[in-house]
């Protein structure tokens, strides 16, 4: 063989070779998977789902304040619950597999799961909006341009990764990625609804709109009482019924959302019947008020679900744009004046457990000393620290502990022993400043009944010479001010998934911090914390994205932004007597949407409520 042919051969062979191992990384699959092989590829049906359920029935919960807009995408006004069972997703999650997410708009998707350049979603041929017309690839461009340039600031940041969405065809969209690390994006996208290019013609994408909004979801729009209630009605001709996701999913003929001004409000309307679920927050109602007459005669049941997500995060936020709450000595000084062990006592009948991190309940929070790779992360970070950040990402980081006696006194002593050696002072009692100002601090709420459970804390800081008033606003003027960030101190609930990942940058990053509406309400500017949440998104392995939510759990502890104050590992439901579950129950979720409608029981129940 001739050396130039040979050499010619080499080069020719050694490309298709190079060639077939970039390629080969891609894969067309029924399913989109972080991390392994989902377990429930080819199934018929789900197994937390009952097939042969009967269709039929209502379906009424509760939810607090008002609304007044049906579009929750732009951000604007207040959002309408309920608006998931209006619009498909391109595919949608396993209620029993942590980042599974299986065939839904979408029958399979193309993508590299390790290096993701870009994803193909392949739509499925019977896709159609609930007015007959179909849904194809254009409709998910039109949807995917629009989030990125006219929702709200927060979804924006979500999709940031995004670069642009292509129709390939009628039913084949490609979305092309900025970087090909961010594994978590296609699932992401997966997870976005779908609206229609056709019914947005000639409207407002950015107004307040409580005009239908064409979807392809099971439910269709009933009746909308404005402001207080909004009723759907399952689409019999819902093109995806049969699909195997489906199948024994959706089963009430009605869904309603009952919205109520005060809890103590909503809690007796439930006990009346005008609404038929209930997920209770209050322990003090869980453990002393279930039983008035209905519970008694068992028309009324009661469950404790113990899920296996994160407890999501309850906390008492300081906005960090203002001073004194710019300086971390002042918020670690402060944190000492919050006395839990006191208040489950008292208040909480021990129901609760002291939040230690921002992911408890899971394998992804942190504890005890940093491991070896977990410093082999924190080394290059612990310079630019502030000393008191630094020094708590190198313990082992715990909350303050009182001795639950009701006074907290070496808590308070503590407290006022690092804030003299800060710079404060006293004068007649009072907290100042280095510059003599006098401390004051507004803490926002909406809730009625939480001063009950806040004044505790309050008290304690007028201990410390602290000036603290409680602003009690509604709920629409208190959306506002959370949103655009006008508050000193006020309570949250954050939410965490067992796969963080992109929505770590709107709870934490730098970004986040000056765009309004989005939920980095702490106000946290950190580039150590903006390059951790960089390495929780671009994690290529499961190890290696518990290793990363370590890492960045110990610098949201260590940086004393929240007080986290309690939370639990279960969620606390009650209904009327008129509903029945599958025999297989979700780990993940409770699976309301799985649930149906028992007739007797409800005749029952209609009995019982006209005496």
């Known amino acids: 063989m001739p050396k130039t042919f040979a050499k010619t051969l080499c080069i020719a062979l050694s490309f298709s070779c190079l060639s077939s191992m970039t390629w080969s990384a891609l894969q067309t699959t029924p399913y989109i998977s972080l991390y392994g092989i989902p377990k429930y590829i080819g199934l018929k049906a789900m197994p937390y789902a009952n097939p042969q359920a009967p269709k039929g029935g209502y379906f009424s919960t509760s939810e607090s304040g008002t609304f007044d807009n049906l579009n929750t995408m732009n951000g604007k006004g207040t959002p309408t619950s309920g608006n998931k069972y209006l619009y498909d997703t391109l595919m949608t999650k396993s209620l029993d597999e942590p980042a599974v997410m299986y065939p839904l708009l979408a029958e399979k998707v193309t993508y590299d799961p390790k290096q993701p350049k870009f994803v193909i979603f392949h739509l499925n041929p019977k896709a159609k ?269 715990k909350s303050p502990v009182s001795d639950g006696g009701g006074f907290n006194r070496a808590g308070l002593l503590k407290a006022r022993e690092l804030l003299i050696k800060a710079g404060y002072r006293y004068k007649n009692g009072q907290l100042i400043d280095q510059k003599g100002q006098p401390i004051k601090i507004e803490f926002l709420i909406h809730q009625d009944g939480l001063q009950r459970t806040l004044m505790p804390f309050i008290r304690n800081m007028k201990k410390l010479g602290i000036t603290v008033t409680i602003r009690h606003v509604d709920v629409p003027q208190y959306i506002e001010r959370k949103y655009s960030y006008d508050f000193d101190m006020t309570t949250d609930v954050m939410p965490q ?89 979700p780990k993940l979720d409770i699976g309301i949407d799985y649930w149906w409608f028992d007739a007797t029981e409800a005749k029952k129940v209609a009995q019982y409520l006209r005496k």
């Open 129 to 397: 909006f609930s007015d007959g017309t179909s849904l194809t690839a254009e409709d998910v461009k039109f949807s995917f341009d629009t989030f990125k340039t006219k929702s709200n600031p927060g979804l924006q940041t979500y999709l940031s990764d995004l670069d642009q969405t292509v129709v390939l065809s009628k039913h084949q969209v490609k979305m092309i990625f900025k970087s090909n690390n961010n594994i978590e994006l296609p699932m992401i996208l997966a997870e976005m609804p779908i609206y229609s290019k056709k019914d947005w013609q000639n409207k407002d994408f950015t107004r307040i709109t409580m005009k239908p909004i064409l979807g392809s979801g099971p439910y269709v729009i009933d009746h909308i009482d404005s402001g207080r209630s909004i009723r759907y009605k399952r689409n019999p001709n819902y093109w995806g019924k049969d699909l195997a996701i489906n199948k024994g999913k959706y089963n009430f003929d009605t869904i309603k959302y009952v919205y109520y001004r005060s809890i103590d409000v909503a809690f007796e309307g439930f006990k009346s019947g005008q609404y038929t679920f209930r997920e209770e927050n209050t322990a003090r109602k869980w453990v002393n008020e279930y039983n008035f007459p209905a519970v008694k005669q068992g028309l009324i049941k009661q469950i404790e679900f113990k899920h296996q997500n994160p407890a999501p995060t309850q906390s008492f936020v300081f906005n960090t744009r203002r001073a004194p709450l710019n300086d971390i000595r002042f918020r670690q000084a402060v944190s000492y004046a919050y006395d839990f062990e006191w208040q489950n006592r008292a208040l909480f009948y021990g129901k609760y457990q002291r939040l230690q991190s921002y992911f408890s309940n899971s394998e992804l929070e942190a504890k005890g000393l940093p491991s070896a790779a977990e410093m082999a992360i924190l080394k290059p970070y612990l310079a630019k620290l502030d000393p008191i950040q630094r020094a708590g990402v190198l313990s082992n980081w």
């Open 497 to 585: 998934s067992l796969t963080p990942g992109n929505e770590q940058a709107q709870f934490w990053g730098s970004a986040a911090a000056d765009e309004v509406r989005n939920y980095n309400y702490a106000g946290i500017k950190n580039p150590v914390i903006d390059d951790a949440i960089q390495g929780v998104i671009r994690a290529p392995t499961r190890q290696e994205l518990v290793l990363r939510t370590h890492v960045l759990d110990r610098l949201l502890k260590s940086g004393y932004y929240q007080i986290l104050t309690y939370g639990k590992s279960e969620n606390w439901y009650a209904y009327w007597n008129m509903y029945k579950q599958p025999a297989v129950k």
